[in-house]
């Protein structure tokens, strides 16, 4: 399975679990679609080797925060 079929997997488990669960905000999605861009990002920019998609994942979301907190300082 490609990084793009996991992802539209992973996209569909998240979107029903939030549907299960009362749904979730517009600002938690578009927080976990910036996300999800970049981990994208960080994987092509590492060649498109599988197997690395939680470390891409935990990597965007390290610099999201670092931007957020350098932007509420």
Known sequence: ??????????TAQT???QA???GGSAGNSAR???IRRRAHEIYLERG????????DWL????ERAERSHA???
């Open 48 to 55: 498109e080797q599988l197997g690395r998609e939680l470390d």
């Open 59 to 62: 990597q965007a979301e390290r």
């Open 20 to 22: 299960e669960m009362g």
């Open 71 to 73: 932007q509420a300082s």
């Open 1 to 10: 399975m490609s990084w793009k079929q996991k992802k539209n997997v992973s």
């Open 15 to 17: 979107t029903s679990s």
């Open 32 to 34: 976990e679609e910036e």
